[in-house]
């Protein structure tokens, strides 16, 4: 992954203004048809889930009541495991994207829905929905990239610090959720200077996540152990009860951190992925913004479950193409949207989990090295598009 | 002065007061970061305290077009006076569409449960698709009764209704609660063919036995029933207490004889506001909170021609895809810029419809909160 300005062979070189554009309505067709079959079956679909996910949750919290019996309790961190990760990715992510926002059930409503996550929903939607997918892989102005924390670009500047990276980026996964809240309040930024602390609007948001850390806390580390308390007693052992429940919450959160993190590393960091430079957004048409997502995202293959389990966000090309639409649709647009990239000969980014994790991993460490060539100058063969930034044409 | 025991009392309130409030705050905290509620709808939706809903219990076919749903309301509902409507938010192919619709049982049923008669209109969303779908068992959302169209407490010696389609339905609702206490009671109904008339048999059986006297008038052959006509039908006419429901027509006409007469406060209408929006192109676009109006093209997005006329905007991505633009809009049409998708909001749909506006455009006069 190189900053697409600065790469020996550009993958858009062969492309013009024109083929840009005509993408863009090729992938406005596709949008299209979408939204004419759009309905019931997305409303039924959303339902379905949230109740599965909800049955699942009920049924792991009332088998952890009794954690202090092994079985009860491996079942139930299974179970509450896979909650979670349902909650997070299939449901949370993409109600809050606004995709159900069509049913007008203010119950299932991007503006209204709050999820189980350090993360407050508005800061996230903040963050993520809008300068994530806006700026998609844009160097300094996607702060997924990296994250803030790390160096993922070889245009990037190494530092000896970089050289801790691997370790972060575990450290990260392994507590994603306040990593995410961390990275929604941009800490790192908001926190070096006494200005930029003392900033109402910074305090406000602070707050915010501290309320919502706190009663993440208190549910799974504090209430539902508490619950355990009165069977542990007839058993012989509320202690023992306490912490069954304590650690099956703690390892519960543990994988579906794990397992968020790795999904989301597989969307834009394997081999293959483009990034962008700075200046190369302005005046973006929607063609041209298209073929970004297009170029900056990367897909996971595997099953039906897989799909469901990762939200969907397996397909995250078509994701970024159409951040609104309900996300089970991906699968069927997919072969559409592969078809379009072969047609304009654009590299589409795809593979198995394993593989996809072990790729971003394996940038991950080599980036925490400085780069063995020098930097590549920039390449004026681009040349460069309007010169005052506007917002993208919609 | 407070008595030592009633300080006591209130004490003991205040502590248990306290304590219920410590232990539901606890349940909170164990289905955080979703209310309680969330978890009871996956179980039994009629006890969400918060989202009122009814279970259509039966569904009988009135006439050709023209279906009678009967509702059990769950938590939370109040009982509804005769002659008013409830609000049905009916998910017709997973979106949820809001209209209004009259309560046509009697008051007061034993059983808590209530009817609801629904007309199909022409071009109608929403009563074509209940009068094909509904089935027993089904959920719809709705909302308390309202309206001011009711008999008073104390009945009229002489009462009158003239009403024309589904214009009965609220009529019937009356008549089925109140019909014992009312002496001299006169419809005057139109419908296009006696097949088409609403509760037709029940109407004419009342007749029969005496207990009203119906005037049906077949518009299909005989034409649409003229005020004049209306007087030398019931000559005592001002001197009745008269509710009239039916097309605004109609009701129009009805109001500038009544006014003409001088007998206007003796004229109740109800009308039923069939808001069809057509798509055009811009509009005056008004925020309701700030006053803040703006001639918008159909080219320009709600966003723009807010901020250009100095209204404060929420904004964010500008391209449709962030969703932190959204604002409600309470009447009016717009038009998705990307699609062409053409989206409405009318007076039954509350204050409910969210906007992106930052990806939509005028269509028509658009009303907004905010």
């Given at each position: 992954m190189t900053t697409l300005q600065r790469k020996?062979?550009?993958?858009?070189?062969?492309?013009t203004p024109e083929d840009i554009e005509q993408i863009g309505r090729e992938l406005d067709a596709i949008r299209d048809e979408v939204l004419a079959v759009r309905g019931e079956k997305d409303a039924k679909y959303i339902r379905r889930m949230i109740t599965i996910q909800r049955r699942v949750e009920l049924g792991s919290r009332a088998l952890l009541l009794f954690s202090l019996f092994p079985p009860a309790w491996i079942l139930g961190t299974a179970g509450l495991s896979i909650s979670k990760i349902l909650e997070n990715m299939e449901i949370g992510h993409n109600i809050l994207h606004g995709q159900?926002?069509?049913?007008?059930?203010p119950k299932i409503h991007s503006t209204t829905w709050e999820w189980?996550?350090?993360?407050?929903a508005e800061q996230w939607k903040h963050s993520h929905n809008e300068l994530h997918h806006k700026y998609?892989?844009?160097?300094?102005?996607?702060?997924?990239?990296?994250?803030?924390?790390?160096?993922?670009?070889?245009?990037q500047k190494w530092v000896p610090?970089?050289?801790?990276q691997p370790l972060y980026n575990f450290i990260n996964a392994c507590f994603f959720e306040y990593g995410i809240a961390a990275y929604d309040l941009e800490l790192g930024r908001n926190l070096k200077t006494k200005k930029r602390r003392s900033n109402p609007a910074f305090r406000a948001n602070l707050r915010a996540v501290g309320r919502k850390i706190r009663r993440q806390v208190l549910k799974d580390y504090v209430v539902h152990p508490a619950l355990a308390i009165p069977v542990g007693f007839l058993m012989g052992n509320p202690l023992g009860a306490f912490l069954g429940t304590f650690a099956a919450n703690a390892v519960a959160s543990l994988v579906r951190n794990l397992w968020s993190h790795s999904v989301i590393m597989c969307g834009h960091f394997p081999k293959g992925v483009e990034t962008f430079e700075r200046?190369?957004?302005?005046?973006?048409?929607r063609g041209e913004w298209y073929l970004r997502q297009m170029l900056g995202s990367a897909n996971i293959s595997g099953s039906k479950l897989m799909h469901v389990m990762t939200g969907n966000l397996s397909h995250q090309i078509e994701h970024h193409l159409f951040?609104?639409?309900?996300?089970?649709?991906y699968a069927e647009i997919a072969p559409k949207v592969r078809a379009l990239f072969e047609k304009y000969e654009l590299n589409y980014v795809s593979g198995p989990l394993v593989v996809q994790v072990a790729s971003a991993w394996a940038k991950v460490f080599r980036l925490a090295?400085?780069?063995r060539k020098p930097a590549k100058a920039i390449?004026?063969?681009?040349p460069p598009r309007h010169p005052a930034e506007q917002p993208a044409a919609v | 002065m407070t008595s030592p025991a009633r300080t006591r009392r209130l004490g003991h309130v205040a502590v248990t007061r306290t304590l219920r409030d410590g232990a539901w705050r606890v349940v909170e905290l164990i289905t955080t970061p979703v209310v309680p509620a969330d978890y009871l709808d996956v179980i039994?939706?009629?006890?969400?305290?918060?989202v009122l809903r009814a279970r259509i219990e039966a569904v009988r076919r009135e006439t050709a077009n023209a279906v009678t749903l009967e509702l059990r309301p769950g938590r939370n509902w109040q009982p509804h006076q005769p002659g008013q409507y409830v609000r049905l938010g009916v998910d017709v192919d997973g979106v949820r569409l809001w209209r209004a619709y009259s309560v046509s049982s009697a008051a007061g049923r034993k059983d808590g449960r209530f009817t609801v008669t629904v007309n199909a209109v022409k071009d109608g969303v929403v009563s074509g698709y209940l009068l094909k779908h509904a089935r027993r068992g089904m959920i719809v959302t709705l909302d308390l009764p309202a309206g001011d169209f009711v008999l008073p407490a104390s009945p009229p010696p002489k009462a009158l209704f003239v009403t024309a389609g589904s214009g009965i339905t609220p009529v019937m609702g009356m008549l089925r609660s109140t019909l014992p206490s009312l002496q001299d009671v006169i419809v005057v109904h139109s419908a296009?063919?006696?097949?088409?008339?609403?509760?037709g048999a029940e109407l004419r059986s009342l007749a029969e036995a005496g207990r009203i006297r119906l005037i049906e008038r077949h518009t299909g052959a005989d034409g649409r029933l003229k005020p004049d006509e209306l007087a030398s039908l019931v000559p005592d006419l001002f001197e009745r207490e008269t509710w009239a429901c039916g097309p605004g027509e109609m009701l129009d006409d009805l109001t500038s004889h009544w006014t003409d007469a001088g007998a206007a406060d003796r004229l109740h209408v109800e009308r039923f506001?069939?808001?069809v929006l057509v798509a055009g192109d811009g509009g005056t676009v008004t925020?309701?909170?700030?006053g803040t109006t703006a001639e918008a093209?159909?080219?320009?997005t709600i966003l723009d021609a807010g901020e250009a006329a100095g209204q404060l905007m929420p904004s964010g991505?500008?391209?449709?895809?962030?969703?932190?633009?959204v604002l409600p809009m309470r009447e009016g049409i717009v038009r998705?810029?990307?699609?062409g998708t053409i989206t409405t909001a009318t007076e039954v749909d509350g204050d409910k419809v969210?906007?992106?506006?930052?990806?939509s455009a005028a269509a028509g006069p658009c009303r907004f909160d905010a």
């Open positions: 020996e062979v550009n993958p858009i070189a062969h492309l159900y926002d069509f049913m007008r059930d189980d996550s350090a993360s407050p998609t892989n844009v160097v300094g102005r996607d702060n997924d990239l990296g994250y803030g924390i790390m160096r993922v670009d070889e245009q610090a970089h050289l801790g200046t190369s957004i302005t005046g973006e048409t951040p609104d639409l309900p996300a089970s649709r090295l400085p780069n390449d004026h063969s681009i | 039994a939706p009629l006890r969400n305290p918060t296009r063919t006696p097949s088409d008339v609403v509760f506001r069939p808001t925020f309701e909170r700030t093209t159909g080219g320009t991505c500008r391209m449709g895809i962030c969703y932190k633009c998705d810029v990307r699609d969210l906007i992106q506006t930052c990806i």
